[in-house]
């Protein structure tokens, strides 16, 4: 047990070091992390893991979702809810229902239950793959939206499609009828209660005197509670726990009412969900071997050449089911018609985009061992498949997105605000309403005290340079180009004042405590250039 956990140790730190490469070339560093996985499979002397299935689905999947929930602006994701429904929805039953009469026909022995296994297994992208590769390119903030909403939603109709597909192999009885009906009952339950657990957390952040590091260990509580919750009343734990994340994202203004608490909460959730994105890939690089060694009568190249079939399948699909939703809908509806329409360039970023990840070798992964005592039928191959279609979509489609959109020169679709002028409005918005407050409750102790003095005066300064900045930002590419030149300055400055913050920890004239909030100020000006990113 030790050996093994050093191991894992080790090779989580590898995955690291081949991270930092990732970003120092610039390649999203889930193509990286896919090779590392086969990379670890061909290590000689590497011990096998035997993991439980239900404990990786358990323990991988319900923060993944949740995470993808947070991060879901659900402003956004209900302006566009109807392109996200077709492809969440939508095409992942399409997809689906491909795959499985595809593969039962192309594989000896696979049955069409097996078949919607491996369908609900592969259809879903990744959104954490597609936010990664898209990362430093701009794309119209629509197509954003839309990728990291379907991403979210299809993971829960995916699940449950998998869920209903490995039912039906265990029963050996399947009825589309009947799966439809049970389909939105689960779901609908599973979304309520996804809510009324979510409500309960929000009292418990809300009211109670929780401290940042408890409101941290809470939120990755969530997701587990919310999952299992619906699970011990047979409803959707998937759905439960996406309906539930929305809900706290929505609220987390008033829950999570210090800064304090938020950057610790971001710090905890970025490692925690990079760790578990590296250790799947992990645990897969250790199975390989076992997998194809267990592949019986079918050999590597069999399971290649499925996989290979099966990831074009899934890549023609996508391109198939995306331009008759993206245009048909535009035909039918004059409301429709009113957004600006795409274009080809739109759907063809989202189509490529279409890149599988970590929930679909999470899910392959959680397949039984056994079946009435003896070995569940294909799953070694199921699994062989799953990693070759993630390997394909993720190294050919993840390297190839960032050339196809600077080739087609895409552009903005939607009329809307440059990042600089959003910042910069809101921003004046809080020091109008900061003035506002001094000069109706405080304007007596802003002429009696100093320091209040002080602030009302760099309130009217910072005002006056807004006002001017909104102006400027008006402008052509050449003052665009001006903004980047200024913004390069500042991130220049704020490395340089970090340095001499360290110098003065090494002085030893201030305390850490106020070097610290020195530092954190640091690192709010410079997030209000770069961005949280996630």
Request: glycine share 8%; charged share 15%.
């Amino acid at each position: 047990m030790h050996h093994d956990l050093l191991l894992v140790l080790a090779l989580l730190f590898v995955v690291f070091l081949l991270v930092m490469l990732a970003q120092r070339i610039r390649v999203a560093y889930p193509i990286f992390l896919v090779v590392a996985g086969l990379g670890i499979s061909f290590i000689p002397g590497m011990p096998v893991l035997h993991l439980d299935p239900d404990l990786i689905f358990l323990i991988f999947l319900p923060p993944l979702l949740y995470e993808a929930a947070w991060y879901t602006s659900w402003n956004d994701f209900w302006k566009w809810r109807r392109p996200i429904a077709l492809l969440a929805f939508g095409l992942v039953f399409f997809t689906s229902t491909i795959i499985a009469y595809t593969s039962a026909s192309l594989i000896p022995g696979f049955t069409l239950a097996l078949g919607f296994l491996l369908g609900g297994i592969v259809s879903p992208p990744d959104a954490v793959a597609a936010a990664t590769v898209l990362k430093g390119i701009k794309v119209p903030k629509r197509l954003l939206t839309i990728l990291e909403g379907e991403s979210l939603v299809n993971d829960a109709s995916s699940l449950i499609v998998f869920k209903f597909a490995l039912a039906a192999v265990l029963t050996g009885t399947f009825s589309m009828q009947q799966a439809t009906g049970q389909f939105f009952l689960v779901a609908g339950m599973g979304i309520v209660v996804g809510l009324v657990g979510a409500n309960i957390m929000y009292v418990i952040h809300r009211f109670l005197p929780t401290t940042p590091a408890i409101d941290a260990a809470l939120t990755v509580m969530t997701p587990y509670v919310l999952f299992l919750g619906a699970e011990q009343f047979h409803y959707s734990g998937v759905m439960a726990v996406v309906s539930g994340g929305l809900f706290i994202s929505w609220r987390s203004h008033e829950i999570f009412r210090t800064g304090n608490t938020r950057l610790n909460m971001l710090g905890v959730w970025t490692t925690l969900i990079f760790v578990m994105n590296a250790l799947v890939f992990i645990l897969i690089g250790l199975e390989l071997p076992e997998i194809i060694h267990g592949l019986g009568e079918y050999s590597i190249w069999d399971g290649i050449r499925y996989g290979l079939i099966i990831s074009a399948i899934t890549i023609a699909l996508r391109f198939l089911w995306i331009y008759p939703a993206a245009f048909i809908p535009r035909w039918l509806s004059a409301k429709i018609r009113k957004d600006p329409s795409p274009g080809w360039k739109g759907p063809l970023v989202i189509g490529w985009a279409g890149m599988r990840g970590v929930v679909s070798l999470a899910t392959a992964l959680s397949i039984p061992l056994l079946m009435d005592g003896n070995a569940f039928p294909h799953r070694n191959l199921i699994i062989f498949i799953t990693f070759v279609v993630i390997f394909i979509t993720l190294v050919v489609q993840g390297l190839t997105l960032p050339f196809v959109i600077k080739l087609i020169k895409l552009k903005e679709i939607d009329n809307i605000a440059r990042s600089e002028e959003q910042q910069t409005g809101i921003q004046l918005k809080l020091d109008e309403l900061a003035l506002a407050l001094i000069n109706q409750q405080h304007l007596d102790q802003a002429k009696e005290n100093e320091l209040v003095g002080f602030y009302k005066d760099g309130l009217e300064t910072s005002i006056t340079e807004g006002r001017k900045q909104l102006a400027s930002l008006e402008c052509n590419e050449t003052e665009i180009e001006e903004i980047h030149v200024y913004q390069h300055v500042l991130l220049g400055i704020y490395a340089e004042q970090r340095k001499e913050l360290f110098k003065l920890r090494k002085g030893k004239l201030y305390t850490d405590e106020e070097i610290r909030k020195a530092e954190l100020q640091l690192d709010l000006n410079e997030l209000k250039i770069t961005g949280l990113g996630h």
